[in-house]
């Protein structure tokens, strides 16, 4: 079952135990997916949209001068489990020549298209730089 389907019957199984903080922060996610052009969306579409919501979150938060959320715990717990640094590092050295680039940055393409959504972009600009 698709990231989105799974989220979708999370509405349902919310509403039947009551949990009122799952059950708005699902309805606030599907609201998202039905605005987008595409009716079927793709997980990394759909993960794009929980990272959305929580960049959001967190600078109203931050604003606000408060910090931590049960909409941003709720919503973390559909992002898939993000590669960590040592990870990264070993399939860079594994798998990617940086010689063969003019610039290490270069390489973010190939990482990043190998790691998708399971690695942070800033992480591993990060660790290309500390190569």
Partial sequence: MDLQHRIQGQLQESL??????????VRVLIGEFQRQPDKQLSDDQVVA??????????????AAGR?????IEILEGY???????EEIRAW???????ADYANKMQAMKPIMAHFGSSADG?????ILQDF
Wanted: a positive charge.
């Fill in 16 to 25: 039947k135990n009551r949990d009122t903080e799952r059950t708005a922060a």
């Fill in 49 to 62: 949209i929980i990272k959305k919501l929580i960049k959001s979150e967190s600078e109203l938060l931050s």
């Fill in 67 to 71: 910090s931590g959320s049960t909409f």
């Fill in 79 to 85: 992002l898939p489990r993000q590669a960590d640094e």
């Fill in 92 to 98: 860079i050295s594994e798998n990617i020549e940086l």
């Fill in 122 to 126: 800033a992480t591993v600009k990060r």
